[in-house]
Each structure stands twice: as C-alpha cells, then as structure tokens.
C-alpha cells in the first residue's frame, strides 16, 4: 500500500557496523512492527509498538534497536551484535482495536553483508 | 508466547484443482487468525480472516475454517488459476502482546 514507506529498498552493511532501516506511515495507524523474513522461516517478530514513545521486543530482538518518537515513523536499527543480518526487513502498521488488525506492509529493505 | 506451524511448506496443483494449506496454534487465547498471500517480489497482503467465534469463512474462491477445541485452521482455495500462485501465510494473534505471529509459509505453485 501507498501508505506505508521503507527504506532503502537495498542496503549492505559492513562488519562491525550499525545500521539503520526506515519506516514511515501517513495511514494515522497507532501501531507499528518490524518483521524479518527469511527463507522457509516466515515473518519473525522483531520489535513493535502500540503507541508513540513505547515499544516491546519481539521473538528475536536481539541486536536489534527501535525507537518510536513520531506517530509516523518507526526506525529499525540493525547493530553490529546482529551477527546474522543478512534477511528481507519487512515495516508493517495497523490500528488498535478488535476489527482493526488486518496489518499494511511496507514494499521491505532487503539487507546484506558485504 | 504463540507458536504457530504450518503445512505443507511447498505445494503444486494442476489449474482448476483445490488447495488446502493447514496451520496449527498453541495459545488457545489466540482469537483472530488471517491468511496472507504474498506474490514473488511483492509486500504480504491480507486475503481472508476468521475470528474465534465463527467456524468457517468464505469469500469466492477461497475459505478459511476454524476447529479451536484442535487448535488449527485451514485455508481452502477451489478452482485454483495461475494466479493464485504465491507464498501463503497464516498467523494467529498473540493476545498477550497483541502482534501476529506468522506460521513459516506455503509456496504454492499453480501449473496450467
């Protein structure tokens, strides 16, 4: 969806370097998540957030850092204790609420190790 | 925390035949379970849902049921066509967190 915006769409990191995915919503959605996909594992969980200024770990947040300062905007930091980053990042938001889950996904960064 | 399995992990039918893709839970408090269906080099997107409360869900070609006294569901595409050729998802809301956790996915491959 249009709504939903990542960046960059390739980005390669180096050894022992941070670096850091975008994610921005004009959709007004409360919630916002990071999910990892790799091949033949599905979308894992890394972070998400219900709300602005909080955020709680998912199923595999290490090395992995967030921050939700804005509505709109939900950065994923990948660190250099993430010793295996090499994966397609997909942002993803909703609304709150029972009706309201139904996920919008960004079109995904994929990251690699050069 | 919701563990969520999924089968079978590749799948090939011949255009016009059915396809059932099977998902299993483990948090029997999980109460909202979406199938996704994401095309090759594109963003997942959400094709059906079922809520707790209701058995079974149809919407055209496809259907989704829901056994919870089993824990799994299923999603049902009849009359398949090239098209329906993708990865599919299924997942179960976490009501402890309130984040879907995704079952590992199904290619499905439609041969005409």
């Known amino acids: 969806d249009g709504g939903i915006t990542q960046s960059p769409k390739y980005l390669f990191r180096k050894e022992g370097q941070n670096v850091t995915l975008s994610c921005e919503q004009n959709?007004?959605?409360?919630?916002m998540y990071w999910y990892r996909q790799d091949p033949g594992q599905g979308l894992r969980l890394i972070y998400y957030?219900?709300?602005?200024?909080?955020?709680q770990k998912g199923d595999i947040a290490e090395g992995y850092s967030v921050s939700r300062e804005k509505k709109e905007s939900f950065p994923l930091t990948v660190t250099s204790a993430q010793k295996n980053p090499t994966a397609f990042y997909l942002c993803?938001?909703?609304?709150?609420?029972?009706?309201?889950?139904?996920?919008?996904f960004g079109s995904g960064t994929q990251l690699s190790v050069l | 925390g919701e563990n969520v399995e999924q089968h079978p992990s590749t799948l090939s039918v011949q255009e016009g035949d059915s396809a059932v893709i099977k998902c299993t839970y483990s948090?029997?408090?999980?109460?909202?379970f979406p199938w996704y269906k994401q095309e090759l080099g594109k963003r997942p997107q959400l094709i059906i849902d079922?809520?707790?409360?209701?058995g079974e869900k149809k919407d055209q070609r496809i259907a989704v049921t829901l056994n919870k006294t089993a824990k799994h569901f299923s999603l049902h595409i009849t009359e398949t066509q090239p098209e329906d050729s993708a990865v599919y998802f299924c997942a179960a809301q976490d009501t402890g967190r309130r984040a879907l956790t995704f079952g590992s996915g199904t290619r499905l491959q439609v041969q005409p």
């Open positions: 993803a938001s909703s609304l709150q609420g029972v009706g309201n889950e139904k996920l919008f």
């Open positions: 948090d029997s408090a999980s109460n909202y």
């Open positions: 079922i809520r707790s409360n209701v």
């Open positions: 957030s219900q709300i602005v200024n909080d955020f």
């Open positions: 959709l007004n959605h409360d919630a």
